[in-house]
């Protein structure tokens, strides 16, 4: 049909490519509202929905709503991963950031300097020995050889027992026997396998204290991952049987070995991936690692050790208390500063880089924390999760809803106990005074300062609190440490572990 000459539209020379664009902005317009949409779904799955109002229609009757209360089903809806970058590698695109970082380099070179001028003064020759370093992390054999004994056992018996328990449990006449059984087997290989074992090694071949951190260390991770394997797959088979699934969802072993190496400590059959490997970021990650080690033995040999080495050898009084406290502030921030940077920002970096595991928020803006409530969610989230989906959550599913306070202080007992754990066998000696900032100090400040409390005063007071705790930490482990290389017990029975020596220590010398 044509078109008169007058008619506008067979004149007009925009409308044909108009009409080519069409399809491609309506399938543009189709894409961003599809994302939208799945973003809402996410957000929405994050929602507690399990009150009865919203689970149940208002025809349903008080039986029935009393029944699906007393069941309880377990929370279904955890941790979503995205892809994102951690908040470092953002901020350092900024230059005033970057101008920070270089400043903490500056202080590495000043400590380098002091150290190696007094060495010359004291020596007449430069001194460039690391004998501190070499110390403690000695017997570096039977710490690998503890490290792939751990790793190996993990892979193997964890998911041997939960295939094995899947693919019986379905056709089992006494399911929960057949649970049970498992369920202690598992349990016995956490406990004696994971537990007891690593520690014995770590004790009886005496190993130095950054090796003993090493062992107990992973110790801790692979028992977190371990539970974590089985809590998130053993619902998905108990679902599957209740549906009369033909197929028993049981995760390829090659899921489960990237789990065990991926910077989370929740399973999941799928992460966000990248798609490629930066391995110029791996390596400058490791070197930033490298860097930190060397940062902090430097602030030992400067900072600690001269301070503390006679203290011993010094009458216990109140004045010499207070000193040692305030002038470990500035070491123990420092340490606090570098283990963030090295551990929770560079080594969790790396080896999410190596996996191409897109998700990298291994921790948020704790230091704009106004709460210690805040602070406990932000300074480390990896552990965070994991406490709060396996220890919190399942608390709550276990007891109840109302026992949210019983909830939180059994999270705090069970995280202050652990760190407690680790410094004792590092250590070599149990002097609890972690345990009792973390369940005194940590405590009280979690409920004073809240998430209510959001002006800049309650950031100065968060911030004042911690350099005072990171003080007493330093001050009072450095002198337990030397009381009892200058002070050993002979013969010494159990109870001598446990009592502090670093208080009668002077008497003896």
Known sequence: MKRCRGDPMATDPFRTPAMQLKPVFMKEVDSHFTEFVNSLVAKSALLDSSSSASLFPA???????????AL???PEHGKIFTARR?????????????????????????????TLLVDFIDEGRLVLGFDLLVYVFGKFPV???????????????????????AQGYCSSSHRVIYSLFYGTLFTLFQTVGLGIGPTYVAISYALPPASRFIVILEQVRLVMKAHSFVRENVPRVLSSVKEKSSSVPIPRISQYLYFLFAPTLIYRDN??????????YVATKFAQVLGSLFYAY??????????????????????????????SILPGVLI?????????????????????????????DWWNSTSYANYYRTWNVVVHDW????????????????????????????????????????????????FCLFMCFGMLFNFILNDRRKGPIWNVIMWTSLFLGQGVIICLYSQEWYARQYCPAENPAFLDYLKPRSWSCHVQM
């Open 59 to 69: 025809s349903c009757s008080e039986k029935e709503l009393h029944k699906a209360k």
């Open 72 to 74: 309880r089903a377990p």
């Open 86 to 114: 951690s908040l470092l590698d953002e901020l350092f695109e900024v230059s005033h950031i970057r101008t920070i970082y270089h400043m903490f380099i500056a202080l590495l070179i000043v400590f380098i300097l002091s």
């Open 143 to 165: 710490v690998f050889c503890t490290w792939l004994c751990m790793f190996c056992a993990t892979v193997i018996i964890p998911y041997s027992l939960f295939s094995q328990w």
């Open 271 to 280: 992460y966000p991936r990248n798609p490629m490997v930066r391995w110029g």
């Open 298 to 327: 430097y602030i030992f040999v400067r900072l600690c050790i001269p301070q503390f080495r006679n203290s011993s050898q010094e009458t216990f009084n109140l004045r010499g208390l207070v000193l040692c406290i305030f002038n």
């Open 336 to 364: 606090l500063f570098l283990v963030f940077f090295a551990f929770l920002h560079c080594w969790l970096n790396a080896f999410a880089e190596m996996m191409r595991f897109a998700d990298r928020m291994f921790y948020k």
């Open 387 to 434: 406490l709060y989906y396996y220890a919190y959550r399942d608390f709550l599913w276990f007891f109840g809803k109302k026992f949210k306070a019983a909830a939180m202080l059994s999270v705090f007992t069970v995280s202050a106990a652990v760190h407690e754990y680790v410094l004792s066998i590092c250590f070599g000696f149990f002097y609890p005074v972690l």
